[in-house]
């Protein structure tokens, strides 16, 4: 299995995330932003991170990517089977990929990844998503968590864990992390689901890359 594109993407990061907690080797080969390749168009059309293959098997968006792994290598899964609780992970999922990284992804372009790139970047955009769009997703985040070392959806992890994590990292790299005053029940459900191996170890290498 190949992963195409830079850890430091939530999308990408979801992907890598998912396939470690499957016991599945995966290799990483970090695409960043910029021009791609022919070979690389040919998989994701529109340029976007991740894109993916499995021998022959070739597929962009990491929703498509981790249904695609889930089903191909089921002896693990992290969707679950019941169509309540696969209706509330495909939420989830949802929600991190289109609210949560809304909110957080100016905060991360404008504080910490543009100026390392030495391009231009907007301060004032990055602290009114951390004003506006930031409170409202956290609020939600708060009501919906769990107790620390507990689960979104039924007794084990599955999507839903992973995916509204995978946000919340991009947002800690330009020094933003889960306020446990005001969002307390949040702050420890995903402090405690980002300390296992397989975001701590993605985290730490995206750190000695990128200096965040
Ligand atoms: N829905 C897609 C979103 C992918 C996406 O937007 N990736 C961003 C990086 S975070 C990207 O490739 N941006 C580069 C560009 O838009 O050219 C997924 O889940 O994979």
């Known amino acids: 299995m190949i992963v195409h594109g830079s850890s430091i993407s939530p999308f990408v990061r979801k992907v890598l995330v998912f396939?470690?907690?499957k016991g599945l080797a995966c290799e990483n080969r970090p695409t960043g932003l910029g021009p791609k390749s022919d070979e690389f168009m040919a998989i994701s059309p529109f340029g976007k991170i991740p894109?993916?293959?499995d021998g022959d098997y070739k597929l962009c968006d990491s929703s498509a990517i981790?249904?695609?792994?889930?089903a191909a290598y089921a002896a693990t899964p992290l969707i679950p089977a019941d169509p309540k609780d696969r209706g509330r992970a495909v939420w989830f999922d949802e929600y991190a990929d289109t609210i949560m990284f809304a909110a957080f992804a100016p905060i991360f372009w404008n504080r910490a990844l543009a100026p390392r790139l030495k391009m231009?970047?907007?301060e004032a955009l990055a602290a009114k998503a951390e004003a506006e769009a930031v409170p409202p997703v956290l609020a939600y985040l708060e009501s919906i968590a769990p107790e620390a070392g507990a689960y979104l959806i039924g007794d084990s992890l599955s999507l839903a864990d992973i995916a509204v994590c995978c946000p919340l990292v991009n947002g800690s790299y330009a020094g933003l992390t889960v306020d446990a005053d005001k969002y307390p029940r949040a702050a420890a459900y995903?402090?405690?689901i980002l300390a296992r191996p397989s975001f701590a170890t993605l985290i730490a290498a995206d750190k000695a890359m990128m200096g965040f």
């Open 190 to 192: 995903t402090a405690a």
């Open 66 to 70: 981790v249904h695609y792994v889930d």
């Open 51 to 53: 894109a993916f293959e």
């Open 19 to 21: 396939a470690a907690e």
């Open 120 to 122: 231009p970047f907007d």
